[in-house]
Protein backbone atom coordinates (compact mmCIF):
# COMPACT_ATOMS: atom_id res chain seq x y z
CA UNK A 1 0.00 0.00 0.00
CA UNK A 2 1.37 3.15 -0.77
CA UNK A 3 0.91 6.41 0.83
CA UNK A 4 -0.10 10.00 0.33
CA UNK A 5 2.89 11.82 1.94
CA UNK A 6 5.09 9.44 -0.54
CA UNK A 7 3.02 10.23 -3.63
CA UNK A 8 3.06 14.10 -3.07
CA UNK A 9 7.08 14.18 -2.70
CA UNK A 10 7.01 12.43 -6.02
CA UNK A 11 8.68 9.34 -5.07
CA UNK A 12 6.10 6.81 -6.79
CA UNK A 13 7.10 8.49 -10.59
CA UNK A 14 7.15 5.34 -12.88
CA UNK A 15 5.38 3.10 -11.37
CA UNK A 16 2.57 1.27 -13.03
CA UNK A 17 0.11 0.58 -10.14
CA UNK A 18 -0.91 2.68 -7.39
CA UNK A 19 -3.18 1.52 -4.27
CA UNK A 20 -3.73 4.21 -1.78
CA UNK A 21 -6.55 4.21 0.95
CA UNK A 22 -5.69 7.70 2.81
CA UNK A 23 -9.29 8.46 3.79
CA UNK A 24 -9.49 10.37 0.90
CA UNK A 25 -12.32 12.74 0.10
CA UNK A 26 -11.00 13.95 -2.85
CA UNK A 27 -8.82 12.85 -5.90
CA UNK A 28 -5.27 13.90 -5.27
CA UNK A 29 -4.01 15.58 -8.32
CA UNK A 30 -0.56 14.80 -7.72
CA UNK A 31 -1.92 11.21 -9.42
CA UNK A 32 -1.67 13.05 -12.93
CA UNK A 33 2.08 13.14 -12.13
CA UNK A 34 2.22 9.09 -12.86
CA UNK A 35 0.31 9.43 -16.02
CA UNK A 36 3.08 8.31 -18.25
CA UNK A 37 3.24 4.95 -16.88
CA UNK A 38 0.64 4.48 -14.38
CA UNK A 39 -2.17 1.36 -15.79
CA UNK A 40 -3.66 -0.06 -12.38
CA UNK A 41 -5.01 2.40 -10.10
CA UNK A 42 -6.84 0.97 -6.73
CA UNK A 43 -8.64 3.74 -4.54
CA UNK A 44 -10.49 1.31 -2.55
CA UNK A 45 -11.75 2.04 0.98
CA UNK A 46 -12.04 5.48 1.20
CA UNK A 47 -14.60 8.10 0.99
CA UNK A 48 -14.42 9.14 -2.52
CA UNK A 49 -18.19 10.30 -4.08
CA UNK A 50 -16.74 11.06 -7.55
CA UNK A 51 -13.54 11.01 -10.21
CA UNK A 52 -12.25 13.86 -11.97
CA UNK A 53 -13.85 15.19 -15.31
CA UNK A 54 -9.88 14.87 -16.70
CA UNK A 55 -9.26 11.90 -15.75
CA UNK A 56 -8.23 10.97 -19.41
CA UNK A 57 -5.05 12.36 -18.70
CA UNK A 58 -4.30 9.09 -17.17
CA UNK A 59 -4.09 8.08 -20.67
CA UNK A 60 -2.71 4.51 -19.85
CA UNK A 61 -5.08 3.32 -17.18
CA UNK A 62 -6.29 -0.14 -18.02
CA UNK A 63 -7.90 -1.21 -14.34
CA UNK A 64 -9.56 1.27 -12.03
CA UNK A 65 -10.57 0.10 -8.38
CA UNK A 66 -12.68 2.29 -5.91
CA UNK A 67 -14.48 -0.40 -3.86
CA UNK A 68 -15.91 0.85 -0.25
CA UNK A 69 -16.53 4.51 -1.04
CA UNK A 70 -19.34 6.61 -1.24
CA UNK A 71 -20.37 6.48 -4.76
CA UNK A 72 -23.96 7.05 -5.92
CA UNK A 73 -23.50 6.63 -9.86
CA UNK A 74 -20.76 5.36 -11.83
CA UNK A 75 -18.26 8.22 -12.99
CA UNK A 76 -19.30 8.50 -17.07
CA UNK A 77 -15.64 9.81 -17.37
CA UNK A 78 -14.49 6.23 -17.28
CA UNK A 79 -16.43 5.96 -21.15
CA UNK A 80 -14.11 8.62 -22.04
CA UNK A 81 -10.74 6.08 -21.06
CA UNK A 82 -9.53 5.30 -24.39
CA UNK A 83 -7.40 2.11 -22.48
CA UNK A 84 -9.91 1.19 -19.71
CA UNK A 85 -10.63 -2.85 -19.43
CA UNK A 86 -11.25 -3.52 -15.96
CA UNK A 87 -13.59 -1.00 -13.55
CA UNK A 88 -14.33 -2.10 -9.84
CA UNK A 89 -16.87 -0.32 -7.84
CA UNK A 90 -18.16 -3.04 -5.32
CA UNK A 91 -19.39 -2.00 -2.03
CA UNK A 92 -20.82 1.88 -2.89
CA UNK A 93 -24.14 2.94 -2.76
CA UNK A 94 -24.33 3.00 -6.51
CA UNK A 95 -27.64 3.17 -7.81
CA UNK A 96 -26.97 4.23 -10.97
CA UNK A 97 -25.23 3.35 -14.26
CA UNK A 98 -25.03 5.75 -16.94
CA UNK A 99 -24.26 4.19 -20.72
CA UNK A 100 -21.57 7.09 -20.97
CA UNK A 101 -19.63 5.42 -17.89
CA UNK A 102 -19.21 2.01 -20.30
CA UNK A 103 -15.52 2.20 -21.38
CA UNK A 104 -15.02 1.36 -25.15
CA UNK A 105 -12.83 -1.53 -24.09
CA UNK A 106 -14.81 -2.68 -21.30
CA UNK A 107 -14.00 -6.41 -20.30
CA UNK A 108 -14.29 -6.94 -16.47
CA UNK A 109 -17.05 -4.71 -14.47
CA UNK A 110 -17.68 -5.29 -10.97
CA UNK A 111 -20.52 -3.51 -9.09
CA UNK A 112 -21.70 -5.70 -6.59
CA UNK A 113 -23.54 -5.00 -3.22
CA UNK A 114 -24.91 -1.55 -4.59
CA UNK A 115 -28.47 -0.55 -5.08
CA UNK A 116 -28.76 -0.58 -9.27
CA UNK A 117 -32.31 -1.51 -10.06
CA UNK A 118 -31.38 -1.93 -14.01
CA UNK A 119 -28.71 -1.76 -16.54
CA UNK A 120 -28.90 0.45 -20.00
CA UNK A 121 -29.68 -1.15 -22.94
CA UNK A 122 -26.10 -0.02 -24.21
CA UNK A 123 -24.48 -2.30 -22.30
CA UNK A 124 -25.22 -4.63 -25.25
CA UNK A 125 -22.36 -2.86 -27.42
CA UNK A 126 -19.42 -3.72 -24.88
CA UNK A 127 -18.42 -6.42 -27.63
CA UNK A 128 -15.29 -7.67 -25.35
CA UNK A 129 -17.45 -8.16 -22.18
CA UNK A 130 -15.88 -11.17 -20.49
CA UNK A 131 -17.09 -10.94 -16.80
CA UNK A 132 -20.15 -8.99 -15.26
CA UNK A 133 -20.52 -9.29 -11.29
CA UNK A 134 -23.50 -7.81 -10.47
CA UNK A 135 -24.40 -9.55 -6.91
CA UNK A 136 -26.11 -7.59 -4.25
CA UNK A 137 -27.98 -5.29 -6.25
CA UNK A 138 -31.85 -4.76 -7.00
CA UNK A 139 -31.99 -5.69 -10.38
CA UNK A 140 -35.45 -7.80 -11.96
CA UNK A 141 -34.24 -8.20 -15.03
CA UNK A 142 -30.62 -7.90 -18.11
CA UNK A 143 -31.61 -5.80 -20.88
CA UNK A 144 -32.59 -8.70 -24.22
CA UNK A 145 -29.38 -6.10 -25.75
CA UNK A 146 -26.79 -8.15 -23.46
CA UNK A 147 -27.48 -11.16 -25.68
CA UNK A 148 -25.39 -9.51 -28.17
CA UNK A 149 -22.40 -9.54 -25.15
CA UNK A 150 -20.95 -12.87 -27.15
CA UNK A 151 -17.67 -13.15 -25.11
CA UNK A 152 -19.18 -13.37 -22.07
CA UNK A 153 -17.90 -16.38 -19.79
CA UNK A 154 -19.04 -15.16 -16.05
CA UNK A 155 -21.86 -13.65 -14.70
CA UNK A 156 -22.97 -13.36 -10.91
CA UNK A 157 -26.19 -11.71 -10.22
CA UNK A 158 -27.25 -13.36 -7.30
CA UNK A 159 -29.07 -11.21 -4.19
CA UNK A 160 -30.77 -9.48 -6.71
CA UNK A 161 -34.55 -9.66 -7.62
CA UNK A 162 -35.05 -11.19 -10.42
CA UNK A 163 -38.33 -13.41 -10.90
CA UNK A 164 -36.93 -15.59 -13.43
CA UNK A 165 -33.93 -16.32 -15.43
CA UNK A 166 -33.52 -14.70 -19.38
CA UNK A 167 -33.82 -17.72 -21.42
CA UNK A 168 -31.64 -16.12 -23.88
CA UNK A 169 -28.84 -16.58 -21.06
CA UNK A 170 -29.10 -20.65 -22.15
CA UNK A 171 -27.62 -19.68 -25.80
CA UNK A 172 -24.58 -17.61 -24.81
CA UNK A 173 -21.93 -18.89 -26.31
CA UNK A 174 -19.71 -18.76 -24.10
CA UNK A 175 -21.06 -18.07 -20.98
CA UNK A 176 -19.81 -20.74 -18.32
CA UNK A 177 -19.83 -19.53 -14.76
CA UNK A 178 -23.24 -18.23 -13.66
CA UNK A 179 -24.16 -17.60 -9.90
CA UNK A 180 -28.37 -16.33 -9.23
CA UNK A 181 -28.88 -17.74 -5.70
CA UNK A 182 -30.86 -15.21 -3.83
CA UNK A 183 -33.20 -13.89 -5.96
CA UNK A 184 -37.13 -14.55 -5.12
CA UNK A 185 -37.60 -17.35 -8.05
CA UNK A 186 -34.34 -19.28 -6.76
CA UNK A 187 -35.16 -18.80 -2.73
CA UNK A 188 -38.45 -20.28 -3.50
CA UNK A 189 -36.77 -23.51 -4.89
CA UNK A 190 -33.69 -23.13 -2.27
CA UNK A 191 -36.57 -23.41 0.53
CA UNK A 192 -38.89 -26.60 -1.34
CA UNK A 193 -35.25 -28.58 -1.38
CA UNK A 194 -34.57 -28.00 2.32
CA UNK A 195 -37.47 -29.00 3.54
CA UNK A 196 -37.25 -31.82 2.65
CA UNK A 197 -33.65 -32.67 3.63
CA UNK A 198 -32.26 -34.11 6.83
CA UNK A 199 -29.02 -32.58 8.48
CA UNK A 200 -27.29 -33.45 11.22
CA UNK A 201 -26.96 -30.45 13.44
CA UNK A 202 -23.77 -29.76 15.48
CA UNK A 203 -23.71 -28.41 18.71
CA UNK A 204 -19.96 -25.32 18.86
CA UNK A 205 -20.06 -26.46 22.85
CA UNK A 206 -19.13 -30.34 21.39
CA UNK A 207 -16.43 -28.45 19.77
CA UNK A 208 -12.72 -27.47 20.49
CA UNK A 209 -11.70 -24.56 18.02
CA UNK A 210 -8.39 -24.20 17.68
CA UNK A 211 -6.50 -22.27 14.79
CA UNK A 212 -7.98 -20.71 11.35
CA UNK A 213 -6.55 -22.82 8.49
CA UNK A 214 -7.71 -20.42 6.20
CA UNK A 215 -10.15 -17.56 5.14
CA UNK A 216 -12.20 -16.85 1.90
CA UNK A 217 -15.23 -14.57 0.95
CA UNK A 218 -17.74 -16.20 2.74
CA UNK A 219 -16.13 -17.45 5.79
CA UNK A 220 -13.50 -18.29 7.68
CA UNK A 221 -12.39 -22.40 8.13
CA UNK A 222 -11.01 -23.61 11.47
CA UNK A 223 -9.50 -26.75 12.25
CA UNK A 224 -11.42 -28.17 15.43
CA UNK A 225 -11.74 -31.23 17.85
CA UNK A 226 -15.28 -32.83 17.89
CA UNK A 227 -16.77 -34.68 21.41
CA UNK A 228 -19.14 -37.00 20.24
CA UNK A 229 -19.63 -40.67 21.61
CA UNK A 230 -17.53 -42.54 19.77
CA UNK A 231 -14.44 -39.99 21.15
CA UNK A 232 -12.67 -36.99 19.97
CA UNK A 233 -11.78 -36.32 16.22
CA UNK A 234 -10.31 -33.66 14.37
CA UNK A 235 -12.53 -31.53 12.00
CA UNK A 236 -12.89 -28.80 9.51
CA UNK A 237 -15.28 -25.72 10.67
CA UNK A 238 -16.66 -23.08 8.34
CA UNK A 239 -18.37 -20.20 9.98
CA UNK A 240 -20.06 -17.80 7.14
CA UNK A 241 -19.39 -14.28 7.87
CA UNK A 242 -22.84 -13.33 6.89
CA UNK A 243 -22.41 -10.75 4.42
CA UNK A 244 -22.86 -11.30 0.47
CA UNK A 245 -19.75 -11.48 -1.35
CA UNK A 246 -19.12 -11.27 -5.51
CA UNK A 247 -20.74 -14.86 -5.93
CA UNK A 248 -23.82 -14.76 -3.65
CA UNK A 249 -24.72 -15.24 -0.01
CA UNK A 250 -23.43 -17.59 2.39
CA UNK A 251 -27.03 -18.88 3.09
CA UNK A 252 -27.42 -20.42 -0.18
CA UNK A 253 -23.59 -21.56 -0.16
CA UNK A 254 -24.58 -23.65 3.12
CA UNK A 255 -27.74 -24.81 1.67
CA UNK A 256 -26.12 -26.38 -2.09
CA UNK A 257 -23.30 -28.26 0.46
CA UNK A 258 -25.58 -29.61 2.73
CA UNK A 259 -27.85 -30.83 -0.59
CA UNK A 260 -25.15 -32.34 -2.56
CA UNK A 261 -24.92 -35.47 -0.43
CA UNK A 262 -22.07 -38.00 -0.45
CA UNK A 263 -19.34 -38.70 -2.84
CA UNK A 264 -15.98 -39.38 -3.12
CA UNK A 265 -15.00 -36.33 -5.28
CA UNK A 266 -16.91 -33.72 -3.43
CA UNK A 267 -15.60 -32.69 0.11
CA UNK A 268 -18.30 -34.42 2.70
CA UNK A 269 -20.62 -32.31 5.47
CA UNK A 270 -21.05 -33.69 8.70
CA UNK A 271 -23.65 -31.53 9.77
CA UNK A 272 -24.64 -28.01 9.91
CA UNK A 273 -23.25 -25.77 13.06
CA UNK A 274 -25.70 -24.68 15.80
CA UNK A 275 -24.80 -22.51 19.37
CA UNK A 276 -22.29 -19.97 18.25
CA UNK A 277 -21.82 -17.32 20.40
CA UNK A 278 -22.72 -14.76 18.05
CA UNK A 279 -25.65 -16.87 16.06
CA UNK A 280 -23.30 -17.54 12.60
CA UNK A 281 -24.33 -20.26 10.20
CA UNK A 282 -21.70 -22.82 9.87
CA UNK A 283 -20.82 -26.30 8.80
CA UNK A 284 -18.63 -29.23 10.21
CA UNK A 285 -16.41 -30.92 7.92
CA UNK A 286 -13.79 -33.34 7.88
CA UNK A 287 -10.29 -32.16 7.54
CA UNK A 288 -8.65 -32.51 4.42
CA UNK A 289 -5.66 -34.84 3.92
CA UNK A 290 -2.78 -32.22 3.23
CA UNK A 291 -1.42 -34.48 0.21
CA UNK A 292 -4.05 -32.21 -1.30
CA UNK A 293 -3.29 -29.00 -2.78
CA UNK A 294 -5.26 -26.61 -5.34
CA UNK A 295 -5.30 -27.60 -9.03
CA UNK A 296 -4.22 -23.88 -9.75
CA UNK A 297 -4.60 -20.38 -8.45
CA UNK A 298 -7.84 -17.91 -9.17
CA UNK A 299 -7.89 -15.81 -12.03
CA UNK A 300 -5.16 -12.68 -12.26
CA UNK A 301 -6.30 -9.47 -13.32
CA UNK A 302 -4.40 -10.26 -16.77
CA UNK A 303 -5.59 -13.94 -17.59
CA UNK A 304 -9.25 -12.34 -16.56
CA UNK A 305 -11.48 -15.59 -16.57
CA UNK A 306 -8.95 -18.20 -16.77
CA UNK A 307 -7.34 -19.59 -14.12
CA UNK A 308 -3.10 -19.58 -13.60
CA UNK A 309 -1.01 -22.54 -13.10
CA UNK A 310 2.39 -22.59 -11.77
CA UNK A 311 4.57 -22.32 -14.57
CA UNK A 312 5.78 -26.00 -13.73
CA UNK A 313 2.46 -27.89 -13.73
CA UNK A 314 2.38 -30.88 -15.61
CA UNK A 315 0.06 -34.10 -15.38
CA UNK A 316 0.52 -37.43 -16.57
CA UNK A 317 -2.55 -38.55 -18.74
CA UNK A 318 -3.44 -40.68 -15.91
CA UNK A 319 -3.64 -38.53 -13.52
CA UNK A 320 -5.84 -35.96 -16.08
CA UNK A 321 -7.93 -38.73 -16.74
CA UNK A 322 -8.76 -39.34 -13.15
CA UNK A 323 -9.24 -35.85 -12.29
CA UNK A 324 -11.24 -35.24 -14.99
CA UNK A 325 -13.58 -38.26 -14.87
CA UNK A 326 -13.76 -37.02 -10.53
CA UNK A 327 -15.35 -33.89 -11.73
CA UNK A 328 -17.20 -35.12 -13.77
CA UNK A 329 -19.11 -37.45 -11.72
CA UNK A 330 -19.37 -34.61 -9.14
CA UNK A 331 -21.22 -32.72 -11.75
CA UNK A 332 -22.99 -34.80 -12.88
CA UNK A 333 -24.82 -35.97 -9.29
CA UNK A 334 -24.75 -32.36 -8.18
CA UNK A 335 -26.67 -31.50 -11.26
CA UNK A 336 -29.03 -34.50 -10.71
CA UNK A 337 -29.82 -33.66 -7.03
CA UNK A 338 -30.85 -30.28 -8.64
CA UNK A 339 -27.89 -28.29 -7.96
CA UNK A 340 -25.20 -26.38 -10.43
CA UNK A 341 -21.83 -25.32 -9.04
CA UNK A 342 -21.37 -22.22 -10.42
CA UNK A 343 -17.74 -21.45 -10.29
CA UNK A 344 -16.11 -25.17 -11.35
CA UNK A 345 -12.99 -23.62 -11.94
CA UNK A 346 -9.14 -25.55 -10.98
CA UNK A 347 -8.73 -23.04 -8.02
CA UNK A 348 -11.93 -25.11 -6.32
CA UNK A 349 -10.17 -28.59 -6.82
CA UNK A 350 -7.93 -30.23 -4.72
CA UNK A 351 -5.93 -32.65 -6.09
CA UNK A 352 -2.47 -35.10 -5.04
CA UNK A 353 0.19 -36.81 -6.81
CA UNK A 354 -2.16 -40.49 -7.30
CA UNK A 355 -4.98 -38.11 -9.48
CA UNK A 356 -7.64 -38.36 -6.64
CA UNK A 357 -9.84 -34.83 -6.35
CA UNK A 358 -11.85 -32.67 -4.67
CA UNK A 359 -14.58 -30.25 -6.11
CA UNK A 360 -14.96 -27.59 -3.56
CA UNK A 361 -16.37 -24.00 -2.54
CA UNK A 362 -19.88 -23.63 -3.28
CA UNK A 363 -19.80 -20.02 -2.90
CA UNK A 364 -21.68 -19.16 -6.40
CA UNK A 365 -23.88 -22.20 -6.58
CA UNK A 366 -27.55 -22.02 -7.41
CA UNK A 367 -30.65 -23.99 -7.30
CA UNK A 368 -31.80 -25.98 -10.51
CA UNK A 369 -35.20 -25.13 -11.65
CA UNK A 370 -37.59 -27.89 -10.06
CA UNK A 371 -39.99 -28.51 -12.85
CA UNK A 372 -38.61 -26.55 -15.81
CA UNK A 373 -36.39 -29.45 -17.67
CA UNK A 374 -35.46 -27.30 -20.54
CA UNK A 375 -33.31 -24.58 -18.06
CA UNK A 376 -31.99 -27.21 -16.19
CA UNK A 377 -30.48 -29.00 -19.23
CA UNK A 378 -29.78 -25.18 -20.79
CA UNK A 379 -27.90 -24.51 -17.26
CA UNK A 380 -26.30 -27.81 -17.17
CA UNK A 381 -24.78 -27.12 -20.60
CA UNK A 382 -23.22 -23.97 -19.58
CA UNK A 383 -21.77 -25.77 -16.11
CA UNK A 384 -20.95 -28.52 -19.07
CA UNK A 385 -18.38 -25.62 -20.98
CA UNK A 386 -16.59 -24.89 -17.80
CA UNK A 387 -15.98 -28.24 -17.59
CA UNK A 388 -14.53 -28.30 -21.18
CA UNK A 389 -12.36 -24.89 -20.07
CA UNK A 390 -10.67 -27.19 -17.28
CA UNK A 391 -10.00 -29.72 -20.14
CA UNK A 392 -8.82 -27.86 -21.98
CA UNK A 393 -6.20 -26.26 -19.55
CA UNK A 394 -5.05 -30.05 -18.26
CA UNK A 395 -4.56 -30.88 -21.72
CA UNK A 396 -2.47 -28.34 -21.84
CA UNK A 397 -0.42 -29.35 -19.41
CA UNK A 398 -0.16 -33.32 -20.07
CA UNK A 399 2.31 -35.41 -21.24
CA UNK A 400 1.33 -37.41 -23.64
CA UNK A 401 3.21 -40.42 -24.64
CA UNK A 402 2.71 -42.22 -27.97
CA UNK A 403 0.93 -45.40 -26.35
CA UNK A 404 -1.82 -42.97 -24.77
CA UNK A 405 -1.91 -40.62 -27.84
CA UNK A 406 -4.93 -42.11 -29.64
CA UNK A 407 -7.08 -41.98 -26.14
CA UNK A 408 -5.60 -38.05 -25.61
CA UNK A 409 -6.92 -37.60 -29.06
CA UNK A 410 -10.93 -39.13 -28.26
CA UNK A 411 -10.77 -36.94 -24.98
CA UNK A 412 -9.35 -33.65 -26.74
CA UNK A 413 -12.36 -34.16 -29.25
CA UNK A 414 -14.61 -34.45 -25.84
CA UNK A 415 -13.37 -30.77 -24.88
CA UNK A 416 -13.95 -29.23 -27.91
CA UNK A 417 -17.87 -30.29 -27.85
CA UNK A 418 -17.78 -29.15 -24.21
CA UNK A 419 -16.77 -25.75 -25.72
CA UNK A 420 -18.86 -25.87 -28.59
CA UNK A 421 -20.43 -22.08 -29.35
CA UNK A 422 -23.92 -23.56 -29.74
CA UNK A 423 -25.14 -24.64 -25.99
CA UNK A 424 -27.44 -27.69 -27.71
CA UNK A 425 -23.81 -29.59 -28.99
CA UNK A 426 -22.63 -30.24 -26.31
CA UNK A 427 -22.76 -33.46 -24.03
CA UNK A 428 -24.45 -33.87 -20.83
CA UNK A 429 -22.33 -34.45 -17.69
CA UNK A 430 -23.85 -38.37 -17.68
CA UNK A 431 -22.78 -38.91 -21.29
CA UNK A 432 -19.17 -37.32 -20.19
CA UNK A 433 -18.75 -39.50 -17.44
CA UNK A 434 -19.59 -42.37 -19.75
CA UNK A 435 -16.65 -41.80 -22.22
CA UNK A 436 -15.03 -40.75 -19.82
CA UNK A 437 -15.23 -44.12 -17.87
CA UNK A 438 -14.25 -46.03 -21.75
CA UNK A 439 -11.44 -44.14 -21.61
CA UNK A 440 -9.90 -45.06 -18.21
CA UNK A 441 -10.85 -48.89 -19.07
Not at 193 to 212: C, E
Request: aromatic share 6%; glycine share 8%; net charge negative.
Amino acid sequence: MHTLDALRAGELIGIKRLDLAADLTEFPAEIFDLADTLEVLNLSSNQLSDLPKDLTRLYKLRIIFCSDNRFTHVPEVLGQCANLEMVGFKANQIAHLSAKALPPKLRWLILTDNHLQQLPAEIGACGNLQKLMLSGNQLQELPIEMAACTRLELLRIAANRFEHLPEWLLGMPRLAWLAYAGNPFSDAIEKEVMAGLSVDSIDWNSLDVQHALGEGASGIIYRAHRTSEFGAHPVAVKVFKGAVTSDGLPRSEKSACLVAGEHPNLIPVHGRLHGHPADAIGMVMPLIDPSFINLAGPPSLESCTRDVYVPTARFSFTQLLGIAQGIASAAAQLHAKGVMHGDLYAHNILWNAKGECLLGDFGAASFLPTHDEKFRQGLQRIEVRAFGCLLEELLARCDVHPNTQSIADVLSSLQQRCLHSHSQARPMFKEIVEELGVMVA
